[in-house]
């Protein structure tokens, strides 16, 4: 099987994105958010027929961990109490893709996070998901603030009983923030990428796996700057009197697959080693132009992975078996 480890519901509805712009219009009005609309089932259908699932088969992608749009948490806006009912309804709807089409998609979890408020307010809807809608992970976001970077550090103690109850559940978080509120930030093409890079020197100056040894964490986009910085990582893992990056981080800790040319796989690769690298595309995701220098789409990225001919086992734990390890929930589906 091939397992995407990386998918977000980016052709959601409108009826579902226009309610979002009325909730939070209420909230700016200070006047109750409307209700909910209804979404037919052949609806939800049709909002992912000719985009994701056309994707997955015409790539041979046999299952996607699916969760809300990353853009569109928006923790930054509204309270504590928008973001709640926004994360229920976009969970609500991604379970909907996921029972419409067994099989298919594993759903992942939005959290309803926000600047300020405790991480712990979170682990009601992450039990909800995970013990009534079946979900098999949530998406967790290390900076609530929009780009403004209020929230403690991964490492902090802050976050540890979220972290708990993601042990408890048996399930992992990927790190993943939302849209950028700073105009200084492209939201895909900086802030998604600063991010990866900052949680990674977090938990490279931490002891959170020390405290923590059953926390898995996915760090998507391919790790960002890691890959291509490693040298400077591991000597600065020395410097701060850290263990080595593979027993100190890694383990632990696993990137995804999305980087959209060859060189960057490569370089992905011949780095990190093969278990702790998940497959991914982001498929409907940040980049879906076609590369005019390959005349394939970017984020293809089975493409890159099947050019590197790797052995059949390590080809096997990259498009399945480390997924289903790190989301151990994936059991008996696909």
Request: aromatic content about 8%; charged content about 20%; overall charge negative.
């Amino acid at each position: 099987m091939i397992v995407d480890c990386h998918g977000h519901y980016t052709t959601a509805p409108d009826a579902h994105t226009s309610w979002r712009e009325g909730q939070l219009a209420a909230y700016d009005a200070g006047v109750t958010p409307p209700p909910y609309p209804r979404i037919g089932d052949d609806e939800v259908r049709e909002s992912v027929r000719d985009g994701q699932l056309q994707v997955m088969d015409g790539r041979g992608v046999d299952l996607t961990l699916f969760s809300p749009r990353a853009s569109a948490m928006a923790h930054h806006l509204g309270d504590e109490g928008v973001s709640a009912a926004w994360a229920r309804a976009c969970n609500d709807l991604v379970h909907r893709v996921v029972t419409l089409h067994p099989g298919r998609f594993a759903g992942v979890g939005q959290l309803p996070q926000s600047p300020g408020v405790p991480a712990e307010r979170a682990i009601a809807e992450l039990r909800r998901c995970v013990l009534e809608l079946g979900f098999a992970g949530c998406n967790l976001n290390p900076d609530p603030s929009g780009g403004h970077w209020t929230a403690p550090p991964l490492t902090d103690r802050y976050w540890y009983p979220l972290y708990e109850a993601m042990i408890e559940l048996d399930v992992p978080a990927m790190v993943h923030v939302s849209a950028s509120a700073n105009p200084a930030f492209h939201a895909t093409g900086a802030h998604y990428l600063n991010a990866d890079t900052t949680a990674f020197i977090q938990l490279l100056q931490g002891d959170l796996f020390g405290d923590l040894p059953g926390l898995r964490l996915v760090i998507p986009h391919g790790g960002a700057a890691v890959p291509y910085h490693w040298g400077r990582y591991r000597g600065l893992a020395g410097m701060l009197g850290r263990p080595p990056l593979r027993e100190h981080v890694m383990g632990n800790v696993c990137f995804d697959t999305c980087v959209y040319h060859q060189p960057g796989i490569d370089l992905l690769f011949d780095v990190v080693d093969h278990a702790d690298i998940l497959f991914g595309s982001e498929t409907l995701g940040a980049v879906r132009g076609v590369d005019p220098l390959t005349g394939h789409h970017f984020d293809d990225t089975r493409r890159y992975v099947d050019a590197l001919g790797l052995p059949d086992p390590d080809r096997a734990a990259v498009y399945e078996h480390n997924a289903r390890r790190v989301y151990p929930r994936l059991a008996g589906i696909g």
